[in-house]
């Protein structure tokens, strides 16, 4: 006998029933995992072309950072990939099928893109704990939330993010007594509780410490694999420390690809950005 609930879990696989998939572009290859299919996105602000013929591929479980001189497009593309800022023409998919560029925010978030931005809003007022809570309950009330009993896999499941995060310790500790990067890495701990296939994670080590840089290093190294997650950062000390492939945007295009020392030894990479 088959449950309902694994049923349901069965039936949310859109890979287990292809032909209910809707209309998947037919030169799009999933022979490789590719997780995140941008091409051909373009969108200008005021005549101004912010995002400009942009292709990026990411594949399932990668860590992929991208750089870039200041304005060069980087943040527009995560507001595009979540719904924030609609494209002027191109295509958008996601996972197996899903057309990022008809869903609104929330559903794009509810499909599997989790998104970090710069500043941590994390519940300064309320414990490690809580907060992790209510980020698994989504867009519940907080009163709801903070009045149903977990569940013994809920609980095991704040306890996992909590000390992934390097925040067992202060799992009781009011958020906001937190150094700025715990802050970070609870905000980080509060995606994961709504378990995203990809994490979208926009100057994570501004204003870290050296120390902080670090452990933040490991930790979004351990989250790939399990996750597929997009890092935008300026530090290159750090994007050293955790690059597989590394995409150099420059006014709204791909301008390198490839390992840390390719792009540093591009020439183009060196004028444009790096040189600086
Ligand atoms: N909503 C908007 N309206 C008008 N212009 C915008 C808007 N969003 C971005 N821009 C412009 O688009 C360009 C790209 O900005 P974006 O923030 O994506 O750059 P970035 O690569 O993230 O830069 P940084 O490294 O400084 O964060 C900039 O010139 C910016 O001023
Ligand atoms: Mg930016």
Redesign the pocket.
């Known amino acids: 006998m088959i449950s309902s609930s694994s049923l349901r879990s069965l039936l949310n696989r859109e890979e287990v029933f292809p032909f209910l998939v809707p209309d998947i572009p037919p030169e799009l290859d999933l022979s490789h995992g590719v997780i995140l299919y941008l091409e051909g996105i373009s969108v200008s602000?005021?005549g101004?072309k912010?995002i400009n013929d942009l292709n990026l591929y990411i594949d399932d479980g990668e860590l992929r950072c991208i750089i870039?001189?200041?304005?060069?497009?980087?943040?527009?593309?995560m507001?595009i990939i979540t719904g924030k800022?609609r494209p002027d023409i191109g295509s958008a998919w996601f996972g197996q099928g899903i057309n990022l560029l008809k869903l609104d925010e929330p559903e794009i978030a509810a499909k599997g893109i989790g998104r970090k931005f710069q500043k941590p809003t994390v519940f300064e007022e309320h414990t490690v704990h809580t907060n992790l809570e209510l980020a698994m309950a989504g867009d519940k009330s907080v009163w709801k939330t903070l009045k149903a009993k977990l569940s013994s896999e809920q609980k095991d499941s704040i306890y996992e993010v909590a000390t992934l995060i390097g925040l067992k310790e202060q799992i009781r500790t009011r958020a906001g007594s937190l150094s700025h990067g715990q802050k970070q890495w609870l905000e980080i701990g509060m995606l994961l509780m709504q378990s995203p296939k990809l994490l979208l994670i926009?100057?994570p080590v501004a204003g870290m410490t050296q120390q902080e840089m670090e452990r933040t290093a490991e930790l979004l190294t351990t989250l790939s694999g399990q996750h597929s997650v997009i890092v935008?950062e300026?530090d290159m000390d750090f994007v050293r420390s955790i690059a597989r492939k590394v995409s150099v945007?420059h006014q709204?295009s791909i301008l390198a690809e490839g390992t840390m020392d390719e792009v540093q030894n591009n020439q183009q990479v060196v004028e444009v950005y790096l040189g600086e």
């Not at 870039?68 to 593309?77: E, Q, S």
């Open positions: 602000f005021d101004f912010a870039g001189p200041n304005g060069a497009g980087k943040t527009t593309m507001d800022t926009d100057e935008v300026h945007l709204g």
